[in-house]
């Protein structure tokens, strides 16, 4: 069953923080989070392995709270280039799902000047 | 390491006709995905291999769809009788093992347009 990811969109001014969730209904192994600009791939951003693991990537960082099957991806001072949509994929726990990901429907960021 | 490599990127095809796309994956990765994504869609799974051997297919693949591996390094996909609906972003993916937790990594994608 897909992640669901919250919010939809957001809009937001250079500098500007946001925080994109992301809940599974499912026990999760892993959570991996991308990035995707308009007709490119989506890029790695990190993955998160166990539950309350937190990392981060420059400006951005993210929480995995493995017991609520929740993650959320913290992005700070946002800047120009953060703009893209956002996608959560999910690793579930056990049997041969691992390895594959089921990804949220994705959260568009859009930053402006 | 090269990133994966697919080709073509760019493909228009009459609605019957076949196509095939190619994937190369980031070298010595034994873990091949194939995902399709439609636009504002989440990529969706398709299909994987570890090695050569396809462990996995999605309900999403048709029997006009089939995808291979032959000797564990590139892989392919072929739809036959395309119709409008397969009209999408083909994604190839790639990682070391098929173990948990492993990184996974795109490709830039191939797109297909059936008119």
């Known amino acids: 069953q897909q992640p669901v990811q919250s919010p939809q969109a957001v809009i937001l001014r250079e500098g500007e923080d946001a925080v994109i969730n992301c809940s599974s209904s499912k026990a999760l192994y892993s959570v991996h989070w991308y990035r995707q600009k308009h007709g490119e791939a989506p890029v790695f951003l990190m993955i998160l392995l166990k539950g309350g693991e937190q990392k981060g990537h420059e400006k951005i960082s993210a929480s995995f709270n493995e017991k609520k099957q929740q993650s959320s991806l913290y992005l700070t001072a946002s800047q120009l280039s953060y703009s893209g949509t956002y996608f959560c994929g999910t690793e579930n726990a056990g049997g041969t799902s691992y390895g594959k990901l089921t990804f949220g429907q994705g959260t568009i960021l859009t930053v402006h000047p | 390491d090269t990133g994966v490599s697919q080709n073509p990127r760019h493909k228009i095809t009459k609605r019957g006709q076949n196509v095939t796309f190619r994937c190369d994956p980031i070298?010595?990765?034994?873990?091949l995905y194939w995902y399709r994504q439609t636009l504002g869609q989440g990529p969706e799974f398709l299909t994987y291999?570890?090695?050569?051997?396809?462990?996995?297919k999605s309900r999403l693949l048709s029997d006009r769809f089939s995808a291979e591996r032959p000797k564990g390094s590139f892989s392919t996909l072929e739809i036959q009788r395309t119709e409008q609906g397969d009209s999408a972003m083909y994604l190839c993916?790639?990682?070391?093992?098929?173990?948990?937790?492993?990184?996974?990594?795109f490709g830039e994608g191939s797109w297909l347009t059936v008119v």
């Open positions: 291999f570890q090695n050569e051997a396809q462990l996995e």
């Open positions: 070298s010595e990765h034994n873990r």
């Open positions: 993916a790639s990682s070391r093992t098929g173990g948990p937790g492993n990184t996974i990594y």
